[in-house]
């Protein structure tokens, strides 16, 4: 869980950017994203293997 303080003279504004900043960088919203729906094993070897093809035509 990424928390984070807010200083005393810090705006909400600058505080949540901050927040953002440390999710993204965390792979907490990416973690999410794949986790909202079951995906079968079979299924995830195929994607892995895809953009494994993808990543070497390049």
Do not use: H, W
């Given at each position: 869980m990424?928390?984070?303080?807010?200083?005393?003279?810090?705006?909400?504004?600058?505080?949540?950017?901050?927040?953002?900043?440390?999710c993204?960088?965390?792979?907490?919203?990416?973690?999410?994203?794949?986790?909202?729906?079951?995906?079968?094993?079979?299924?995830?070897?195929?994607?892995?293997?895809?953009?494994?093809?993808?990543?070497?035509?390049?």
């Amino acid at each position: 869980m990424a928390t984070i303080r807010v200083n005393e003279n810090e705006t909400l504004d600058s505080a949540l950017r901050r927040f953002k900043r440390r999710c993204s960088r965390d792979g907490i919203i990416g973690d999410l994203r794949k986790k909202e729906q079951y995906e079968k094993p079979s299924v995830r070897r195929k994607k892995k293997a895809e953009a494994a093809r993808k990543r070497s035509r390049m």
